[in-house]
């Protein structure tokens, strides 16, 4: 059977790939299916540098603003998801361009990878209890000590993450991150062609530095403030994303408005440095530097079918 074809743009935070996919739409014909773990949110616009409808410039988007902040958002329910999306846009005879961040997601829908959970043992509920007690550190620690390579690729902060690698050893007495890697050894399941955009290290977090003051000026305290008298809870899945975390310490009093930017800054600098690691090891890859190849659009055109 003659696989679908499908694009994917990815990079790291601020590299301008959500530009680069709807210019590449608008060429080709295709629509946008995003990879991105926090523009899923309704409501949550700003802290997401979410792409607004004019940027869309008329090109179809799916998975932004469909869930409620309080709901879950996991590999799993992206996975069924995006397969819906690209379900629609195959028979709508326009190619998909899957264009995110989250390297996690995209890799489970092109290699088609089973990340559906086991069954709650008992297990889970006894290291959140533990992560309730000794706190992240603590369990990434614990984590580092038995799968040193899952916890380079796990933030420490990402409790659920650290938990569900902790349970998957002791359950299966096997690395999450070897499971993974033969995962990732599988066929793609589409005709693809996987782009990288990267640049410089230093234009890179020029960017992302610009764009976190952007953010503040546009209102990144007052929508976080918002979601948080809406009842959104701080150990919520859409309160852990770069931005809303920092903000909500601020407005908990435990820290400065100063200190919040500062660590915003920091930690998407360190956010985007991990996700550059994460698509380096990725195969069949191209990897475009925007500022060595002058139109990005024409340079992703050249390698594709």
Known sequence: ?????????????????????????RRLGGEVVSADSMQVYRRMNIGTAKITPEEMMGVPHHLIDVIEPWEDYNVVRFKEMATDALKGIYERGNIPVICGGTGFYIQALLYDIDFTEEKDTGLREELYELAEKNGPIYMHELLKSIDPEASEAIPANNVKRVVRAIEFYRLHHMKISEHNMRERQK???????????????????????????????????????????????????????????????????????????????????????????????????????????????????????
């Open 1 to 25: 059977m003659e696989k679908r074809k499908l694009i994917i743009i990815a990079g790291p935070t601020a590299v301008g790939k959500s530009s680069a996919a709807v210019s590449l739409c």
């Open 187 to 305: 066929e793609s399941a589409y005709d693809s062609r996987f782009f990288v955009l990267t640049d410089d290290r230093r234009a890179l977090y020029e960017r992302i530095d610009r764009r976190v003051d952007l953010m503040v000026e546009k209102g990144l305290f007052e929508e976080v403030t918002a979601l948080r008298a809406e009842g959104i809870k701080r150990g919520s899945t859409a309160m852990q994303g770069i931005g809303y975390r920092e903000v909500y310490s601020y407005l908990e009093g435990e820290i400065s408005s100063e200190e919040a930017v500062r660590l915003i800054k920091r930690n998407s600098r360190h956010y985007a440095k991990r996700q550059l690691t994460w698509f380096k090891r990725e195969r069949n890859v191209t990897e475009i530097n925007i500022s060595e190849c002058g139109d990005t659009e024409n340079e992703l055109e050249k390698y594709l079918w």
